[in-house]
């Protein structure tokens, strides 16, 4: 084998464990610590506009909003339809988000049945807007799986940098607390409050 091909197939298995190291393998979506890593450098620009808003304007990013999904009642679907059904909705789930968010956005698989979004430049209202059209597509969407049709919804919560959230912790945690709210209020809702 030549030098050059060794080179080559050495850079491949860096790619294939950087994917590994960054990516949900189930759902193709970015892990905790890749989201968190890609986030932060977001965070660390709406924090520099903040601190110097003269700052070029024109490729500022001036806010980072979350949204925190989460399946409701998925183990009720993993437990009636088995495993691989919840496997399947989680993917049904990922693809939808996938293709109602734009390309810079950030989503991720945070655990379980829990789905993160990451908007750049997006305030609050405008995540809200996006979290709200993603959760009545899902819940107007059938999962077929073996014959069967699986209907569920999703409960999320919205925060943003603008909310007084300083640092990645502290935005999630806000937007965590208001799934929860949702989850309490009867599910198959978005809280931004």
Same mark, same amino acid.
């Given at each position: 084998?030549?030098?050059?091909?060794?080179?080559?197939?050495?850079?491949?298995?860096?790619?294939?464990?950087?994917?590994?190291?960054?990516?949900?393998?189930?759902?193709?979506?970015?892990?905790?610590?890749?989201?968190?890593?890609?986030?932060?450098?977001?965070?660390?620009?709406?924090?520099?506009?903040?601190?110097?808003?003269?700052?070029?304007?024109?490729?500022?990013?001036?806010?980072?909003?979350?949204?925190?999904?989460?399946?409701?009642?998925?183990?009720?679907?993993?437990?009636?339809?088995?495993?691989?059904?919840?496997?399947?909705?989680?993917?049904?789930?990922?693809?939808?988000?996938?293709?109602?968010?734009?390309?810079?956005?950030?989503?991720?698989?945070?655990?379980?049945?829990?789905?993160?979004?990451?908007?750049?430049?997006?305030?609050?209202?405008?995540? =809200?807007?996006? +979290?709200?059209?993603?959760?009545? #597509?899902?819940? &107007?969407?059938?999962?077929?799986?073996?014959? $069967? /049709?699986?209907?569920?919804?999703?409960?999320?919560?919205?925060?943003?940098?603008?909310?007084?959230?300083?640092?990645?912790?502290?935005? =999630?945690?806000? +937007?965590?607390?208001?799934?929860? #709210?949702?989850? &309490?209020?009867?599910?198959?809702?978005?809280? $931004? /409050?």
């Amino acid at each position: 084998m030549t030098k050059e091909k060794e080179i080559e197939l050495l850079k491949e298995e860096i790619g294939r464990l950087k994917t590994l190291a960054y990516k949900d393998e189930l759902t193709r979506l970015y892990n905790r610590h890749g989201f968190k890593e890609e986030s932060e450098k977001f965070l660390a620009e709406v924090e520099g506009w903040k601190k110097n808003p003269d700052r070029r304007s024109s490729v500022l990013i001036k806010n980072f909003s979350l949204i925190v999904f989460d399946i409701d009642d998925f183990k009720k679907v993993n437990d009636t339809h088995g495993h691989l059904a919840g496997d399947e909705a989680l993917k049904m789930v990922s693809d939808i988000i996938v293709k109602r968010v734009r390309d810079i956005d950030i989503v991720a698989r945070w655990g379980g049945e829990e789905i993160l979004i990451g908007l750049i430049g997006a305030d609050k209202n405008d995540a =809200f807007d996006v +979290a709200e059209d993603i959760r009545k #597509k899902i819940g &107007e969407t059938s999962l077929k799986f073996n014959e $069967k /049709e699986i209907n569920f919804t999703v409960s999320g919560g919205v925060a943003s940098f603008s909310d007084g959230g300083g640092s990645f912790e502290e935005i =999630f945690e806000l +937007a965590d607390s208001r799934l929860y #709210k949702a989850k &309490e209020r009867g599910k198959n809702m978005v809280v $931004k /409050e």
